[in-house]
């Protein structure tokens, strides 16, 4: 038994395994259960958004959700019963999806999904004010490599413990290789995480896309089979008036609050005057001077070093979403960004300059590529910016902690070593 158990922990096993089940189900032998458990995104400061998903169609689901009360009464607010939203995938993929909120000043958000014959356990979300200590989990680019993403979250499993998990996952883009793939999305991002300890069911993820992660087709039939987490974030930001074409197409910037540092998030996918817009608008907010931290999240980073030679020159991916350095990070420079977040390059880079090198007192900016949870890892370099101060070419993770006025950067390989950190105090 004790070798059995320890087969079913090894990374690979638990790969193939996952593919078994998905080609069973794919030749028709399965059974009507939940095959995938509620996920949770942020929606906004206020606001969640929980997709799960079961094999055959459930009637009457619906996902009951409370809060504990403001700070300093312990008590239950009532309990709210939301209808989900039903997607039919396939004839073994159903899809069930809620957004919960508002949620106020609430410490504590409790939920579980239930229909007539299924329930799942009820899932607990820790929310922490600006002053208190906010973990975040940052992660991106494990599309693709199943069996490495295994072994960044039993890194990360390490490094957190059972006693000090982290509140929030910020996932950079790219969770898997091909959003069209039912596959893809089980076996390289839904299988994983829950064999990594179902963080997914409690701390909500803070989602900035990749290239892989979504359908950009503006049709109904689109292949956004799991990525319309932020459907009517607008709204319920209360930034306006959400712009989804045939109800399907969904924006995916906006802002939101990780205790002391506000966030930008931003689709490098989809760049629109209504992108730009918005992010001069809330460079310039109130909110996001006025925060302790200011962060960008974007998938694509303004400055790229390691790619494929050959795509790079020949087939012009140099040029590649040029608008992000061109266009946007002078906006971030001008405007008093501390830190600029990316993936999409496999590998780890951390670099801080000023934000304007022709001023000594600009401040400073640190821009850090964080695309190491799984993917093939880019090894060759193609261009020189002679702006990190650390460069690590193996796969990883990074902790963030924001607590009041200081911001703490720990980077990690997978076996646990610190690769890099840096602290920014204010």
């Known amino acids: 038994m004790c070798t059995l158990y320890l087969m079913l922990q090894d990374s690979q096993v638990q790969t193939l395994l996952s593919m078994l089940l998905g080609w069973l189900d794919g030749q028709g032998f399965y059974v009507c259960k939940i095959r995938k458990l509620p996920m949770v995104y942020e929606h906004g400061h206020e606001h969640y958004y929980v997709v799960w998903e079961t094999s055959c169609p459930a009637n009457g689901y619906s996902l009951e959700w409370w809060t504990d009360d403001v700070p300093g009464n312990r008590s239950s607010t009532s309990h709210h019963f939301v209808k989900a939203l039903y997607k039919m995938i396939d004839k073994s993929h159903h899809r069930y999806s809620v957004i919960i909120g508002p949620v106020g000043l609430a410490t504590k958000v409790h939920y579980r999904t239930t229909s007539h014959s299924k329930a799942t356990a009820q899932y607990s ?57 039912l596959s893809d999305w089980q076996n390289q991002l839904f299988s994983p995480l829950e064999d990594g300890g179902g963080y997914q069911h409690r701390l909500p993820t803070v989602f900035a896309p990749g290239n892989h992660d979504h359908d950009k087709a503006r049709t109904p039939n689109n292949a956004n089979l799991y990525t319309d987490m932020y459907h009517g974030i607008l709204m319920t930001d209360g930034l306006g008036d ?14 939101t609050s990780l205790g002391s540092a506000r966030v930008i998030v931003l689709d490098s996918e989809c760049p629109s005057t209504e992108q730009s817009e918005f992010l001069e608008r809330e460079l310039q907010s109130e909110a996001f001077q006025s925060a302790r931290f200011r962060i960008v999240a974007v998938h694509i980073p303004p400055y790229i070093e390691f790619w494929n030679p050959y795509t790079w020159n020949e087939r012009g991916e ?81 902790s963030l902690e924001v607590e009041n006025r200081q911001l703490r950067w720990l980077a990690k390989n997978k076996a646990g070593t610190v690769i890099d950190q840096f602290n920014i105090v204010r």
């Not at 199943?146 to 969770?175: C, Q, T, W």
Request: overall charge neutral.
């Open 242 to 255: 959400s712009v989804v074409v045939n109800g399907i197409y969904h924006r995916f910037f906006h802002t």
């Open 318 to 398: 140099k040029h590649w979403r040029e608008h992000i350095r061109l266009e946007y990070d002078p906006l971030f420079r001008r405007h008093n960004v501390d830190l600029v977040i990316s993936g999409h390059q496999h590998n780890y880079q951390r670099g801080t300059v000023q934000r304007d090198p022709q001023l000594a007192d600009s401040g400073s900016i640190t821009y850090a590529i964080v695309g190491g949870a799984g993917g093939e890892l880019d090894l060759e370099r193609v261009e020189n910016w002679k702006m990190y101060n650390v460069t690590y070419l193996d796969h990883h993770f990074v």
């Open 125 to 181: 979300i820790t929310r922490r004010n600006e002053t208190e200590l906010t973990r975040v989990l940052v992660i991106a680019d494990n599309q693709n490599g199943p069996a490495e993403f295994r072994k960044v979250l039993s890194g990360i499993r390490k490094h957190y413990g059972s006693n000090n998990v982290p509140d929030v996952i910020l996932h950079v883009g790219d969770g898997l290789q091909d959003p069209r793939k």
